[in-house]
């Protein structure tokens, strides 16, 4: 089977269940922006995270492709798939997780700016493309999104943080605190 098929030549992409729509479309900037997440999530982990990071991230992984699927496929299809979708349950495994991550942390007492250990920084960037994907998922503009799938994105890159400041933590490197710019005295 050959991977190029030519079919999108034209500016569009066939979604699940037979539709074509403009690959500029809200749903495919929504399913792109998930694909993307998923390879940022992928950098992170190549980078080399503790056990708890590994562990969720690589269930997370599934979940995004799971998630990019049902965006890929024609509204109200979504049974078609064949495959469980994401649910409650889900974004309650990453609340676990998220509390988990925070066992051990010191309390937060101001604003922490991506940073740290390269670890971290690069679940910072998941995070960002995390809140960028949750954006994306409420632009869909040809039917209501479903609550589960925006909940498990915000839940998500809360974890994503959480787990940064997780690996700057064990590994012996300071969050990176947001001060307040300070007025010039020449002003």
Not at 18 to 31: D, I, M
Not at 82 to 97: K, S
Request: net charge negative; aromatic share 4%; with cysteine.
């Amino acid at each position: 089977m050959k991977i190029y098929t030519k079919t999108g030549d034209d500016g569009s992409t066939g979604l699940y269940g037979g539709a074509r729509v403009k690959k500029a479309s809200p749903r495919v900037e929504a399913y792109g922006t998930v694909d993307e997440l998923n390879a940022f999530v992928g950098l992170a982990r190549a980078a080399g995270l503790g056990a708890l990071g590994e562990s969720i991230l690589a269930e997370v992984q599934v979940d995004l492709f799971t998630l990019g699927a049902e965006l890929a496929c024609v509204a109200g299809k979504e049974a078609s798939l064949g495959m469980p979708l994401l649910g409650d349950q889900d974004a309650q495994r990453l609340e676990r997780a998220i509390d988990a991550s925070e066992e051990g942390l010191p309390q937060l007492k101001t604003f922490v700016l991506p940073g740290g250990s390269p670890q971290a920084c690069h679940l910072h960037l998941a995070r960002t493309v995390c809140r960028r994907a949750e954006r994306s998922v409420l632009a869909i503009d040809d039917a209501e999104p479903r609550r589960d799938v925006v909940i498990y994105l915000n839940r998500l890159s809360d974890l994503l943080f959480t787990l940064a400041r997780r690996e700057n933590h064990d590994r012996g490197v300071a969050d990176v605190p947001w001060t307040a710019r300070r007025q010039s005295r020449s002003e």
